[in-house]
């Protein structure tokens, strides 16, 4: 045992009868270095008192639970550091991996796996769990195998989750819900069965430079009344669209790359709003953006190009307004408006499409004004069905194609 200027440090051997020796004569601010090796515990491990635990490295210390409702769980207004550690939960009942109610947690390098999720108790299954009281600093860290997501930052807690790993939970790779602040950077977040982040209810994150490839579902997903900025994200591959934003969820999306896609880059649904800014939304099986239903987003200097339907598509009575986009070489139109959707197009380039620069159909209306189309297949400006849009050409721009 020796004294650090933090607290002592106290040696600890594999085993989980030293492992609650050890935090039995600790103290506060102590600092406990776990050998590499196993700490097999049949309860939960619980910690009321401010403590750093630091092993050997995540492949090399690991903590397995057997027993729920979490392998640790902290308790208290203190403050607690991780680090160099894996955490397991191998039962069966449901359980999340590491649970912080309240106080604050630092967390570099460890990995979260096995949390199992209870239907009928409607809890666990998440790696890493903030709730409402918590604050949380995690950094360079792994979750994965999850029933639920990798990371869970819940209520009113505030977390900073930095260049962190989440695969293959069964849900999310990060969730952020309630009325959670957190500021999510530079995470990898691939494989997961549903989405690689998730902003739910009245949650307003910062997503910045995060990559989100391959999963289930969407890249990233808003839902409820979330909102906040969403800036330099990659969502890539994924089944379904590189970013969803659903119901009334109103983000700000500037710069990203949503690219390669199962359906749409960018999809804009129910009475959602916010917009989308700068972002290149490349090669997706449908359109790069698409809003539906009754969302009413802003679309303003995005690039839409090499989609295999519409650059950008407006459906059912969809409104906004896309302005100042580029829509280049998209095997459809440059922008499509149907059903009975109504936007203002304005300012934008729609050229070298598969059909027309702007297709109106079904009972289309609304206003486009000052486009610049050309090379396009069918024409500048195609209105089909019972289509009544309002339109004005700017000098230069190819002559409207009406299709009865």
Not at 206 to 230: D, K, P, R, W
């Amino acid at each position: 045992m020796d004294k650090g200027k933090e607290g002592r440090i106290l040696q600890v051997a594999p085993g989980a009868e030293n492992l609650r020796g050890a935090l039995a004569v600790a103290g506060e601010g102590d600092i406990l270095l776990l050998a590499a090796g196993e700490y097999r515990l049949a309860e939960p491990l619980v910690l009321t008192k401010p403590l750093a635990l630091k092993g050997k490295g995540r492949e090399q210390t690991k903590i397995i639970g057997e027993g729920g409702p979490a392998v640790v769980l902290l308790e208290g207004r203190g403050s607690w550091q991780f680090s160099g550690i894996a955490f397991q939960y191998g039962g069966k009942a449901g359980a999340n991996v590491l649970q912080v109610k309240e106080g604050t947690v630092v967390i570099e390098g460890c990995a979260f796996s096995g949390g199992v999720y209870a239907e009928g108790a409607a809890s666990g299954g998440d790696g890493l769990w903030l709730g409402s009281g918590a604050q949380g600093s995690i950094a360079a860290s792994l979750s994965y195998g999850n029933d639920r997501s990798g990371i869970a930052v819940t209520g009113q807690s505030r977390a900073s989750l930095e260049q962190n790993t989440c695969r293959d939970n069964g849900h999310a790779g990060i969730v952020l819900l309630g009325g959670s602040c957190a500021v999510v950077l530079e995470n990898t977040c691939t494989s997961n069965g549903r989405a690689g982040i998730a902003v739910l209810e009245k949650a307003h994150p910062l997503l910045e430079a995060n990559h989100c490839y391959e999963n289930g579902e969407s890249g990233i997903v808003y839902f409820h009344q979330s909102g906040g900025l969403a800036r330099g994200n990659r969502c890539l591959n994924n089944s379904s669209d590189g970013i969803t934003v659903l119901e009334q969820a109103a983000p700000f999306l500037q710069e990203n790359e949503c690219s390669s896609n199962g359906e749409t880059g960018i999809a804009f649904m129910g009475l959602s709003g916010g917009g989308a800014f700068y972002c290149r939304c490349l090669r997706n099986k449908w359109s790069g953006i698409a809003v539906l239903e009754q969302a009413a987003p802003v679309l303003l200097h995005n690039i839409c190009q090499g989609n295999e339907e519409g650059g950008i598509t407006f459906f059912d009575h969809a409104t906004g307004m896309a302005k100042r986009n580029e829509c280049l070489k998209n095997n459809w139109s440059g922008i499509i408006v149907r059903d009975y959707a109504a936007p203002l197009l304005a300012g934008n380039r729609c050229c070298e499409n598969g059909e027309a620069g702007i297709m109106y159909c079904d009972h289309a209306r609304g206003m486009a004004r000052h486009n610049e189309l050309r090379e396009n297949a069918l024409g500048g400006i195609v209105r089909m069905d019972a289509a009544e849009p309002f339109w004005e050409n700017d000098k230069g721009m190819m002559t409207d194609v009406e299709t009865p």
